[in-house]
């Protein structure tokens, strides 16, 4: 037995037998970290000793502290080692905090200098850093532009992590050379598919966010072609799910009819995707179950509000209007994608999407301005749920209110096509929502 074991004897011990672990104190202090660091950077603890350090505020400030947890970012000739590492550091804010920008320069320089599945968890390692707001982000976009240059030769496994970084990257910051990434990285054929899935939530992304109905369904079709090439170059379900959610809407805002299938096709897709996770650890890129459910509760929204259209769907208003107004409020109070910046495992808030209401807005307006009594319906509907009790604590629900009145609004000015319209329309996006920054958060899982 070695003196190092002895020293970590106690954690050892702790771990073994599922006990809480000793502080860093128990276990020497800044002593044990000078005793004998390329021995203590070997060991199987050393993610826990990480951890230890991270939770002694004296400790982790010192220069020896700092010295040893960046030796130990950079230690690892594993790849389940530096996956362990890097968890350790971003599962302690404390550390990420003091060491953010040194953590992400040392792990960049892992990822120059191994092309393999080292240097992707590397990789993978300053990205989500960046995207958690705890560096700046100069360094790591500097990598991604030159990258494009080494792909002809890269290790699949390295592909692999490339990949999912650039697509993260690319949707949530402001970097054109990250894209152009992703279009070279269709050549390497074990990536391909994962590419064009990145390329296609990323188009689905802007053309949600832009304002423009008819930019905003071009890059629906886009997201749609790629999502397509995605699902059948190797047969993904999420892929499959977004693009069934993407039909729908497009249906629904050229007039046409809602597939029958859209709800029942989302479903499958989800339930695929849960069993094909089930049992394994969620990771940052993992599909988000509440992502996904929140599109397939657009998806059976937009098949009930297009009863409208049918004669006699009037005859049952109020379920009607529910319906319609739901469709109305979508853009506001349904979280369709994964706001910026978020990391973390928390259900992600809704953000306004300017495109997809300017999609599906026409549509419903129409609807009310066809049935010879739409608007003293929604004036009925709007007055009774003004005077019921808000109880139901959902903060939903003041968005469909304001969205209703909204509504209700356009269709006083004379209805879609009315120059007034286009003002009524603008204010329905509610400043402080559209362009509204997401708050930071953990550097964990997206979607």
Same mark, same amino acid.
């Given at each position: 037995?070695? !003196?190092?074991?002895?020293?970590?004897?106690?954690?050892?011990?702790?771990?073994?037998?599922?006990?809480? *672990?000793?502080? *860093? !104190?128990?276990?020497?202090?800044?002593?044990?970290?000078?005793?004998?660091?390329?021995?203590?950077?070997?060991?199987?603890?050393?993610?826990?000793?990480?951890?230890?350090?991270?939770?002694?505020?004296?400790?982790?400030? !010192?220069?020896?502290?700092?010295?040893?947890? #960046?030796?130990?970012?950079? $230690?690892?000739?594993? &790849?389940?080692? *530096?996956?362990?590492?890097?968890? $350790?550091?971003?599962?302690?804010?404390?550390?990420?905090?003091?060491?953010?920008?040194?953590?992400?320069?040392?792990?960049?320089?892992?990822?120059?200098?191994?092309?393999?599945?080292?240097?992707?968890?590397?990789?993978?390692?300053?990205?989500? #850093?960046?995207?958690?707001?705890?560096?700046?982000?100069? $360094?790591?976009?500097?990598?991604?532009? @030159?990258? @494009?240059?080494?792909? !002809?030769?890269?290790?699949?496994?390295?592909?692999?992590?490339?990949?999912?970084?650039?697509?993260?990257?690319?949707?949530?910051?402001?970097?054109?050379?990250? &894209?152009? #990434?992703?279009?070279?990285?269709?050549?390497?054929?074990?990536?391909?598919?994962?590419?064009?899935?990145?390329?296609?939530?990323?188009?689905?992304?802007?053309?949600?966010?832009?304002?423009?109905?008819?930019?905003?369904?071009?890059?629906?079709?886009?997201?749609?072609?790629?999502?397509?090439?995605?699902?059948?170059?190797? =047969?993904?379900?999420?892929?499959?799910?977004?693009?069934?959610?993407?039909?729908?809407?497009?249906?629904?805002?050229?007039?046409?009819?809602?597939?029958?299938?859209?709800?029942?096709?989302? =479903?499958?897709?989800?339930?695929?995707?849960?069993?094909?996770? #089930?049992?394994?650890?969620?990771?940052?890129?993992?599909?988000?179950?509440?992502?996904?459910?929140?599109?397939?509760? *657009?998806?059976?929204?937009?098949?009930?509000?297009?009863?409208?259209?049918? &004669?006699?769907?009037?005859?049952?208003?109020?379920?009607?209007?529910?319906?319609?107004?739901?469709?109305?409020?979508?853009?506001?109070?349904?979280?369709?994608?994964?706001?910026?910046?978020?990391?973390?495992?928390? $259900?992600?808030?809704?953000?306004?999407?300017?495109?997809?209401?300017?999609? %599906?807005?026409? @549509?419903?307006?129409?609807?009310?301005?066809?049935?010879?009594?739409?608007?003293?319906?929604?004036?009925? +509907?709007?007055?009774?749920?003004?005077?019921?009790?808000?109880?139901?604590?959902? &903060?939903?629900?003041?968005?469909?209110?304001?969205?209703?009145?909204?509504?209700?609004?356009?269709?006083?000015?004379?209805?879609?096509?009315?120059?007034?319209?286009?003002?009524?329309?603008? %204010?329905?996006?509610?400043?402080?929502?559209?362009?509204?920054?997401?708050?930071?958060?953990?550097?964990?899982? +997206?979607?």
């Amino acid at each position: 037995m070695s !003196s190092e074991q002895d020293l970590l004897g106690p954690l050892v011990a702790a771990l073994d037998a599922h006990l809480p *672990l000793p502080s *860093l !104190s128990d276990l020497g202090g800044a002593a044990l970290l000078s005793a004998d660091t390329s021995a203590l950077l070997a060991r199987d603890e050393l993610p826990e000793l990480i951890a230890l350090i991270a939770e002694d505020p004296e400790i982790l400030h !010192s220069d020896i502290g700092r010295g040893f947890l #960046l030796e130990a970012a950079a $230690a690892p000739t594993s &790849p389940l080692m *530096l996956e362990a590492v890097v968890d $350790a550091f971003l599962g302690h804010p404390a550390a990420v905090a003091e060491l953010g920008d040194d953590l992400v320069d040392v792990w960049l320089g892992t990822s120059r200098q191994r092309g393999d599945l080292i240097g992707g968890i590397a990789l993978e390692g300053s990205a989500r #850093l960046v995207l958690a707001d705890a560096s700046t982000p100069y $360094a790591l976009l500097d990598r991604l532009k @030159r990258m @494009r240059r080494e792909t !002809s030769g890269m290790n699949d496994d390295f592909a692999g992590r490339a990949v999912r970084v650039a697509g993260a990257v690319a949707e949530h910051l402001p970097a054109p050379d990250v &894209p152009a #990434l992703l279009e070279t990285l269709l050549n390497v054929d074990d990536v391909a598919e994962d590419a064009s899935f990145e390329l296609g939530m990323l188009a689905l992304r802007h053309a949600l966010e832009t304002e423009d109905a008819e930019q905003a369904r071009i890059l629906l079709v886009t997201a749609r072609a790629h999502l397509s090439d995605a699902h059948s170059d190797e =047969e993904r379900p999420d892929a499959a799910a977004f693009g069934v959610a993407i039909d729908a809407v497009l249906a629904y805002s050229a007039g046409a009819s809602v597939p029958d299938s859209a709800r029942r096709l989302l =479903e499958e897709a989800i339930l695929e995707i849960r069993l094909n996770l #089930l049992g394994m650890p969620s990771t940052w890129r993992t599909p988000r179950f509440d992502t996904l459910a929140a599109w397939h509760q *657009l998806a059976s929204s937009l098949e009930q509000a297009q009863a409208a259209d049918r &004669p006699g769907s009037w005859l049952h208003a109020s379920a009607l209007i529910n319906h319609l107004v739901s469709v109305y409020s979508a853009h506001r109070t349904l979280s369709l994608l994964t706001p910026a910046g978020t990391g973390g495992t928390d $259900a992600p808030a809704a953000t306004a999407l300017a495109g997809l209401h300017a999609l %599906l807005a026409p @549509r419903v307006e129409r609807a009310f301005l066809a049935h010879e009594g739409g608007r003293a319906i929604l004036d009925q +509907w709007l007055e009774e749920l003004h005077t019921a009790p808000d109880s139901d604590g959902d &903060p939903a629900t003041a968005l469909v209110r304001q969205q209703a009145g909204a509504l209700r609004e356009v269709l006083t000015s004379e209805g879609p096509g009315h120059p007034q319209n286009l003002t009524a329309r603008r %204010l329905l996006r509610s400043p402080g929502l559209s362009g509204q920054k997401a708050p930071s958060a953990s550097p964990h899982a +997206w979607r």
